[in-house]
């Protein structure tokens, strides 16, 4: 099981990044799929979910500005993030609930906004 992530980078205020989390032995049939960071100094939150069947939830620091989405074709998830803001400053994981519950972590992509 592998969970590779990308496309964290240094952005100014206003920006966009889109995050890319690409996995390999892990069904996503009947997986939650969903992104969390940690801020500088401060614990790690939930910033977004996706089930299986579409259904997505969002923490209220981020909502209309990110966006999860799932290519099944790709074993891929994403986390579109526009208007970024100097608190989405954080290092952000992939996090795969597989059908039997298991979590599967992704090893973390910094994402800093800057003015």
């Known amino acids: 099981v592998q969970l590779v992530e990308s496309g964290g980078s240094s952005v100014q205020a206003g920006g966009s990044l889109r995050l890319s989390c690409a996995a390999s032995?892990?069904?996503?049939?009947?997986?939650?799929m969903a992104w969390y960071r940690r801020p500088p100094g401060k614990e790690r939150e939930l910033v977004a979910t996706e089930t299986s069947g579409g259904s997505t939830n969002y923490a209220d620091s981020v909502k209309g500005r990110f966006t999860i989405s799932t290519d099944f074709t790709k074993n891929t998830v994403y986390l579109q993030m526009n208007s970024l803001k100097l608190e989405d400053t954080a290092v952000y994981y992939c996090?795969?609930?597989?059908?039997?519950?298991?979590?599967?972590w992704g090893q973390g992509t910094q994402v800093t906004v800057s003015s």
């Open positions: 032995g892990i069904p996503f049939r009947l997986a939650t």
């Open positions: 996090n795969i609930n597989d059908r039997r519950g298991i979590p599967w």
